[in-house]
């Protein structure tokens, strides 16, 4: 059966597709009661915001599909603040012609990603436009403060050490790839961060700047820190930056792992004498395996981003101007 | 100038794009901070939150634009629980082509409605697709309850009285009309009810059910009430539902208002004791002039909603089935 637009219409029809495929995989007793606005309790009184929508092609990639990264995405912009994940809102525009069991199959994994970053879909929305069987997601999201840290892009300070996550690349590298048609072993790196985020803050480390490196990538990113902080960012290219999947696959297309899209990396930026603790602490979890120090921070009267490379000499990186990939996220 | 991919590249074309359009119009302490999430006080530990898409066809219209529908829509599911509104994320999704200057226009009709609501827009995205120029916009909205009163639709009980603040089918005869190139005074009724609602709210009248009469009409929304609270609501026919331009409009087309979508229109049930102070308290509002009763809960073992004829009998009002007009909202 295909989605048609009487899906959309807001009657019988969008009831029957909410109960057959929403609530079968979501529900939860407050998605249940089918209320204009979801009523939620709170156990702070400051919370973070964030909202995304979702636009990938192809709808589905090896390690994730057009739900698991709705759901990553919104969740890893809440934890970028210190904040707790709790709510989740979720809005469909489908296009006329999608295959209901495709509806399913993402929905089914947005459940399975939600439950991993520990995050209740308790709100949605469903619309139906022309098209030719494809679909968009947005999903809102509501988390809790419960420190008092001041985690902010406009925090990053002199004597800051830069860490990361892990390689780099991954999520755009596998997307491309499935728009040409390549075959490889590369997969999206798309991950809830919830897990790393939470032992970060039980280790009560000092971080002052977290950001996961999305559009744009880490060039895009740090200029965007260093302009808020009002410092020089450098990163040392005597790391390797991406793994030698990726590496080899950008240097068929000319592409530069600074600037590609991810979406289970995230910068890290506290005191250097931290720094050491703060790998550590990435490491044991599964998607920090490859934490390493990459870069510092340093004063500066003229903000950006900087890549000292190995001939010894710094040069501006400048953020992405321009294309990029469509359709990455 | 127009959209390109370009500027969904989360590089330095969306930042500009950003900064040009949406920081002009919407900028605010919270949102110039351009982190990945606003982080917010709130004042009240219980919160209701809503999301809701708008790809409404065409994208301007008499009474409104995508925008001012994209912020009442929101606003007004927040309002149907009790809450007072307070924090809104907007998401677009814009398509390649789209003139610079209509995303301007509408960005500022958005702000007009967030002033008049008396929300501040505290988070965004933007992403670009191909496709002819067109856009659909994403609002996911926070407020705060600060009543103990149960505000939903499981609250209607036998011996209500259902009350309307006005008459039916404005914005769906609005929008069928641009659709056909018909010329007509019909606007949509599309407003923020926050006025209203506040209110009632100060009334302390013991409101039972709040809904917004959207996609699908006052039978869908009613019949939805009825099957949540285990009632019937019979609406009484003797009562002119639409104006005298919709009901003309609804003959031509054989449409019927009961059945046609509204944005600024709500259903309000409560004891019919209160009935006639809601009315009063209803009418002292710019968008509550032509509130009156509609009709009334009565227990039943077959949950339903239903009509009074003219000639005394009573007809079930079954769900809108099947289409309705697609890219209404």
Redesign the interface.
């Known amino acids: 059966m295909n989605i048609t637009?009487?899906h959309?219409?807001?009657?019988?029809?969008?009831?029957e597709l909410i109960r057959s495929i929403f609530l079968k995989h979501y529900g939860n007793e407050i998605l249940e009661?089918?209320?204009?606005?979801?009523?939620?309790?709170?156990?702070?009184?400051?919370?973070?915001?964030?909202?995304?929508?979702?636009?990938v092609s192809p709808l589905f990639f090896p390690g994730g599909d057009i739900g698991k990264l709705a759901v990553c995405g919104t969740v890893?912009?809440?934890l970028?603040?210190g904040?707790t994940p709790l709510?989740l809102?979720?809005?469909?525009?489908l296009q006329e012609g999608l295959a209901v069991e495709t509806l399913d199959r993402i929905v089914a994994s947005m459940k399975k990603a939600a439950d991993e970053a520990n995050i209740k879909i308790?709100?949605?929305?469903t619309?139906?436009?022309?098209g030719d069987g494809g679909l968009?997601i947005?999903t809102?999201?509501?988390?809790i403060?419960q420190t008092a840290q001041k985690i902010?892009?406009?925090n990053a300070k002199p004597g800051d050490a830069v860490l990361i996550n892990g390689e780099l690349g991954d999520h755009h590298a596998c997307i491309l790839s499935g728009r040409l048609g390549f075959e490889n072993e590369i997969r999206s790196d798309c991950a809830p961060l919830s897990r790393m985020v939470e032992k970060l803050l039980e280790s009560k480390l000092p971080l002052h700047t977290l950001?996961?490196v999305?559009?744009?990538g880490l060039a895009?990113v740090l200029h965007?820190i260093a302009l808020?902080s009002g410092v020089q960012i450098t990163v040392d290219d005597a790391v390797p930056l991406a793994s030698p999947a990726v590496q080899g696959f950008c240097e068929i297309l000319g592409l530069d792992p600074l600037?590609m899209?991810n979406e289970g990396k995230m910068v890290l930026i506290l005191p250097s004498d931290a720094a050491e603790e703060a790998v550590s602490v990435l490491r044991t979890c599964p998607y920090g395996a490859g934490a390493r120090i990459i870069g510092e921070v340093t004063q500066t009267d003229a903000p950006c981003a900087a890549l000292k490379t190995r001939s010894g000499g710094v040069k501006r990186l400048?953020?992405?101007?321009?294309?990029?990939?469509?359709?990455i996220?």
Chains 1, 2 share one sequence.
């Open positions: 637009s009487a959309g219409g807001g009657g019988e029809l969008t009831q009661q089918m209320e204009d606005a979801a009523v939620l309790s709170l156990p702070s009184d400051r919370i973070a915001f964030t909202t995304d929508s979702f636009v890893n912009d809440l970028m603040r904040a709510y809102s979720v809005g469909f525009i308790v709100t949605g929305d619309k139906v436009i022309e968009f947005n809102s999201g509501i988390g403060l902010s892009a406009q950001r996961d999305t559009r744009g895009t965007e808020s600037y899209a400048s953020p992405l101007f321009g294309e990029g990939l469509p359709r996220c």
